[in-house]
């Protein structure tokens, strides 16, 4: 086993994460003009790359194999860019963000290509692209993630052509970089934004693009550079609270992306600009997030997807946990094969890529730690995986959690479980295949997280849309927290969840136990005691396979497999099976064949006000 490491603001009222700032690990902060004069690098490149960093990824791409294919994937990806138009500020919707991310995409690949090989026609067409963007008449700060991604962007462009843009156009972008970037950081009636002491991605995100841009301008106004990267150092570790104590990134494994991705593109900056990353790299929880990160595949090749994650995985390696190898010299971290694909083959590039080369020709292998085959991460939304051991064959994979709805990104999904075997994901969780817009345009309230929000009466956000247990078909109660309350490893491990609180008076209690009770079975036991409001319990499976239903029992077929899923706790109970497709709302999710698999179980025919209720699924 190894241990490593007005929309917003209603927004965040919702989804704020109750954690005591008083409990928030605090960086060094010397940041002041004097210290930028003193220990800010004078010459570019010194945003992830400076003069030493360089020169060794240039003896790397001539030297490492898998350097110099990511290379050769960053230049068919800038090439293909010579051809595209310029950008254009063109909102979807109330954002921007789509045209933010492919300029930081852009100026990963050119600018990464220029500053290896000082091409004039890259770097004409980094002119021509940071001007465009330069004349937008903003950067939509309504939407702050776009003006910082932009803005990292632009940064990037400016750093990694090393003075050699005309003259005008880093005149023109530095001004940008000030009154479209940072100044609307800064509200003129003193206000402090909300992102910049919150405990999600967007916290890191932001800060990620400022501290760009205010290293990008320091000479120009080193007391706004200074103060606004002071503020980060002093913001970014609430985001990064949220990964205490065991490294589970609350949002899920693609928010992990997301969020992590640009966190350790502040670290990697940190340290190219100054030498230092002021503690960020050594943040309690943070590097223990690459091994939830990994814990996170499964063995079909897809994402364990609970809140708002995809499910489908890159074939691309993952250029951040390419960091945390470099950081660590272990190599589970490190997705050779992946990097390996053919240059030509590897698809659209992700948009951080070139920075990400950096890290990747920074890796040499130091350990080879072994993927723990049991695990649990607690905190705000504690998760357990139990995998089959060394060299399984029978594709074993349990994924489950506790957690509560009001997280960013969250659901009513405690007690939820995913579950493949032999291959197949027999329990699904349906995840988020939808964009945002498609949601917003319609005046759909998707971000409102009060107990009667229009987000719960979606299948994909509410209980009902999950494998878990209703209770007189009431919605969780939304700030109802569900901890992991014991966990046992060994031969046949087992986690325990305690559901009491998102019941409400429905329930006195409810504690879901899983059981990997053999390499090709989980049993799940739920402790139930009734209260005087208790009407009806409701067991929940949700599947995508083909139900023949038995007595007690039924059979999940798919790809040519077999699943059984049995009652062993009380004999007379039944199976029934509900469609979901298509979703009960149009909005909803739409996955082809997505039923629901339950036993509905009256309360009064339960002869004890505590039952156990067992069920089990096994190989067939």
């Known amino acids: 086993m190894i241990a490593f490491l007005v929309n917003s603001a209603l927004m965040i009222s919702c989804l704020a994460v109750n954690l005591s700032h008083d409990s928030i690990p605090r960086l060094d902060n010397p940041i002041s003009v004097e210290y930028l004069n003193k220990n800010l690098t004078k010459s570019a490149p010194r945003l992830v790359l400076n003069p030493s960093i360089r020169k060794k990824l240039k003896y790397k791409l001539k030297t490492d194999p898998v350097t110099g294919n990511l290379y050769r994937a960053i230049h068919l990806s800038a090439m293909e860019i010579l051809e595209k138009p310029l950008l254009e500020r063109k909102l979807e919707g109330r954002r921007l963000l789509r045209v933010s991310r492919e300029m930081l995409y852009r100026i990963n690949m050119l600018g990464m290509v220029y500053n290896l090989e000082e091409n004039q026609q890259v770097l004409n067409r980094i002119n021509d692209e940071v001007v465009a963007v330069c004349n937008f008449s903003d950067w939509n700060p309504s939407h702050f993630l776009d003006v910082a991604e932009m803005a990292m962007a632009v940064a990037f462009a400016l750093d990694w052509t090393h003075g050699n843009l005309p003259q005008g156009t880093v005149e023109l972008a530095q001004t940008s970089l000030i009154e479209k970037g940072i100044s609307p950081s800064w509200p003129a009636n003193g206000d402090t934004l909300w992102w910049v002491y919150e405990t999600n991605n967007w916290t890191q995100v932001c800060h990620a693009g400022m501290i760009a841009a205010s290293i990008a301008i320091a000479e120009k106004d080193p007391e706004l550079a200074a103060k606004t990267i002071s503020r980060a150092l002093d913001g970014v570790p609430h985001?990064?609270?949220?990964?205490?104590?065991?490294?589970?990134?609350?949002?899920?494994?693609?928010?992990?992306?997301?969020?992590?991705?640009?966190?350790?593109?502040?670290?990697?900056?940190?340290?190219?600009?100054?030498?230092?990353?002021?503690?960020?790299?050594?943040?309690?929880?943070?590097?223990?997030?690459?091994?939830?990160?990994?814990?996170?595949?499964?063995p079909s090749g897809l994402y364990y997807n609970f809140f708002d994650c995809g499910e489908k995985r890159s074939e691309q390696g993952d250029i951040t946990l390419a960091w945390f190898a470099t950081k660590t010299g272990n190599k589970v971290f490190f997705e050779k094969d992946r990097f390996l694909l053919p240059a030509g083959d590897i698809g659209k590039l992700f948009r951080l890529a070139g920075a990400g080369l950096v890290w990747v020709s920074q890796f040499?292998?130091?350990?080879?730690?072994?993927?723990?085959?049991?695990?649990?991460?607690?905190?705000?939304?504690?998760?357990?995986?139990?995998?089959?051991?060394?060299?399984?064959?029978?594709?074993?994979?349990?994924?489950?959690?506790?957690?509560?709805?009001?997280?960013?990104?969250?659901?009513?999904?405690?007690?939820?479980?995913?579950?493949?075997?032999?291959?197949?994901?027999?329990?699904?969780?349906?995840?988020?295949?939808?964009?945002?817009?498609?949601?917003?345009?319609?005046?759909?309230?998707?971000?409102?997280?009060?107990?009667?929000?229009?987000?719960?009466?979606?299948?994909?956000?509410?209980?009902?849309?999950?494998?878990?247990?209703?209770?007189?078909?009431?919605?969780?109660?939304?700030?109802?927290?569900?901890?992991?309350?014991?966990?046992?490893?060994?031969?046949n491990p087992e986690v325990t969840f305690d559901l009491s609180k998102v019941y409400g008076d429905n329930?006195?209690?409810?504690?879901?136990?899983?059981?990997?009770?053999?390499?090709?079975?989980?049993?799940?036991?739920?402790?139930?005691?009734?209260?005087?409001?208790?009407?009806?319990?409701?067991?929940?499976?949700?599947?995508?396979?083909?139900?023949?239903?038995?007595?007690?029992?039924?059979?999940?077929?798919?790809?040519?497999?077999?699943?059984?899923?049995?009652?062993?706790?009380?004999?007379?109970?039944?199976?029934?099976?509900?469609?979901?497709?298509?979703?009960?709302?149009?909005?909803?999710?739409?996955?082809?064949?997505?039923?629901?698999?339950?036993i509905r179980i009256p309360a009064w025919t339960l002869g004890e006000d505590k039952e156990s209720i067992e069920i089990r699924l096994s190989a067939r």
Not at 268 to 277: I, K, R
Request: net charge negative; hydrophobic share 35%; glycine share 8%.
């Open 507 to 598: 329930l006195i209690s409810c504690k879901r136990t899983f059981i990997k009770d053999s390499p090709e079975s989980l049993l799940i036991e739920d402790q139930i005691e009734k209260s005087d409001k208790t009407e009806l319990i409701t067991w929940q499976l949700l599947t995508t396979a083909d139900v023949e239903l038995h007595q007690r029992e039924v059979i999940l077929k798919q790809d040519g497999k077999e699943l059984r899923v049995e009652i062993l706790s009380h004999p007379k109970l039944t199976f029934s099976v509900v469609s979901l497709f298509p979703a009960p709302l149009e909005l909803d999710c739409r996955l082809e064949g997505l039923k629901r698999l339950e």
């Open 364 to 491: 040499e292998e130091k350990s080879s730690g072994e993927i723990p085959f049991v695990w649990k991460g607690d905190g705000i939304n504690p998760v357990a995986i139990f995998t089959g051991e060394k060299n399984d064959s029978n594709g074993y994979y349990l994924g489950c959690k506790g957690g509560k709805a009001i997280i960013n990104h969250g659901n009513m999904d405690a007690g939820s479980f995913i579950f493949e075997l032999n291959g197949v994901r027999w329990v699904i969780d349906p995840g988020a295949n939808r964009a945002y817009h498609e949601f917003e345009k319609t005046g759909f309230n998707l971000w409102g997280r009060c107990q009667s929000c229009d987000r719960w009466k979606l299948l994909t956000k509410n209980n009902f849309g999950h494998s878990t247990i209703s209770v007189n078909n009431q919605l969780f109660i939304n700030d109802g927290f569900v901890p992991i309350i014991d966990f046992r490893q060994g031969e």
């Open 239 to 298: 985001a990064l609270a949220s990964y205490l104590p065991d490294g589970v990134y609350p949002e899920g494994a693609t928010y992990w992306s997301y969020g992590t991705s640009f966190s350790v593109v502040t670290i990697a900056m940190l340290e190219s600009a100054f030498g230092t990353s002021f503690g960020l790299s050594d943040h309690p929880g943070f590097n223990e997030s690459a091994l939830f990160r990994l814990l996170m595949n499964t």
